[in-house]
Nanobody
């Protein structure tokens, strides 16, 4: 059965770093466009980054240069390296293939940036 397991997240001080990853089993995520999204407390869903099957990348303006997205085909994994974190980056982060309905996403990972 196709599965996507998320890992990472946590509490970090402003300026710190965290790495989020999601590993697929039962399907090849390199064939899909993979997305990272987040939802801050009391706010709507926001797309953060995407990596397309052809290797193309997209970033939300506010994370450009701070959150490089990458894909490891050998591990069937997509990662989001979050650097120079800011309090406004706080939220629940989700990894999902593009086009997957929201109600089929995983539980997400809490990222809290606070001193």
């Amino acid at each position: 059965q196709p599965k996507l397991v998320e890992s990472g997240g946590g509490l970090v001080q402003p300026g710190g770093s965290l790495r989020l990853s999601c590993v697929a089993s039962g399907w090849n995520l390199s064939l899909a466009a993979m997305t990272w999204a987040r939802q801050a407390p009391g706010k709507g869903l926001e797309w953060v980054s995407k990596i397309y099957s052809d290797g193309g990348l997209w970033y939300l303006d506010s994370v450009k240069g701070r959150f490089p997205i990458s894909r490891d085909t050998a591990k069937n994994m997509v990662s989001l390296q979050m650097n120079r974190l800011k309090p406004e980056d706080t939220g629940i982060y989700y990894c999902a293939p593009a086009g997957l309905p929201r109600d089929a996403w995983g539980r997400g990972m809490q990222v809290t940036v606070s001193s």
